[in-house]
């Protein structure tokens, strides 16, 4: 690793600190995506990061740079957003830091720490994660997500409530990528076939498959694990009782008025993973049915 600094944003609470310092102390390799390798690090402060390493990035620094920092100022405008603390940009290093949180996959799908997540809970969740993509749709410059999915979710829980907030937004514009398709199977639109095919539409697709995750508890299809989940949901409509399709952990809520809000979500998903796109509702639209069904606040 060269002797590259990190340049931490306006608004972050962390002590200024070396790359070498932080990689090299005590970080740990998460995992490798799509864009590249994340790690998990602590600063002197003693906070937890996540620290990405980006690959395939042909932006020279100064393009990069200022590329970020739109972004960051673009996600510090909506809660739903994870927030951007620092970024480093030097010779062929380009790296990402935020705060290190917990991503709904492993809350919903990890074996290790699996956190118990009620109906209020999901719904909430399922919420704050249409609200943050309705934001992003809603910026002048037609941007998409891109790669929506449970691993690049993140939830907290404080003063009684979990708070969601959304990561790796819009990161076809840092990084160029030559691969066929970089999005997960089970997230990927059918229309989708090459990152230039995103759209608004392929993101309220990935948004359905992670509607129908907090509804089932099941995983989706990954490098050909887990469950093509608008298949199976649409098999069990024809097969079997709609509770069927239901997390087991949702079960006790049937015969009460949540079993209602279950359905109706349970039928923006479907909704959402319609074939072709031009049935698929708009993430505005999508956020206002989620808003009305669970009564929340605007
Ligand atoms: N801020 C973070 N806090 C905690 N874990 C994180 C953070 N950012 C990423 N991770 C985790 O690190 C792992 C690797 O993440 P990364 O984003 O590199 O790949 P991915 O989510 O598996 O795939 P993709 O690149 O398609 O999003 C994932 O398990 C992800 O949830």
Request: positive net charge.
């Amino acid at each position: 690793m060269s002797s590259s600094t990190l340049i931490f944003l306006k608004g972050s609470e962390y002590e200024e600190c070396g790359l070498e310092t932080l990689l090299y102390s005590n970080a740990h390799v998460l995992g490798r995506g799509t864009f590249g390798t994340t790690f998990k690090a602590q600063l002197p402060g003693k906070a937890f990061v996540a620290v990405k390493r980006l690959k395939g990035v042909c932006l020279p620094e100064i393009d990069f740079a200022a590329k970020v920092k739109e972004l960051a100022k673009m996600a510090a405008g909506h809660e739903n957003l994870l927030p951007l603390k620092a970024y480093c940009c030097h010779m062929n290093e380009r790296l990402l830091l935020h705060d290190f949180l917990s991503s709904l996959a492993s809350a919903l799908h990890g074996s290790a720490i699996k956190i118990p997540l009620s109906w209020e809970a999901r719904s909430n969740i399922a919420y704050g994660i249409a609200r943050g993509i309705s934001y992003l749709h809603s910026q002048p410059s037609n941007i998409c997500h891109g790669n929506i999915r449970s691993s690049n979710i993140f939830i907290s829980y404080y003063n009684d409530r979990h708070s969601v907030q959304i990561s790796e937004y819009c990161m076809a514009q840092l990084a160029t990528l030559d691969s066929k398709t970089a999005i997960a199977q089970g997230y990927r639109a059918p229309e989708v076939t090459n990152l230039n095919s995103v759209s608004h539409k392929s993101d309220v697709y990935a948004f359905g498959v992670v509607l129908l995750e907090l509804l089932t508890g099941k995983a989706p299809l990954v490098n050909d694990k887990g469950t093509d989940l608008p298949k199976w949901v649409r098999s069990i409509f024809q097969e079997k009782p709609i509770i069927e399709v239901f997390d087991s952990a949702l079960h006790e809520y049937k015969e009460s008025w949540v079993g209602e809000q279950m359905v109706r979500l349970l039928q923006i998903a479907v909704c959402c993973t319609f074939e072709y796109q031009c049935n698929r509702p708009s993430m505005a639209a999508v956020t206002n049915r989620i808003r009305e069904t669970c009564n929340f606040k605007p």
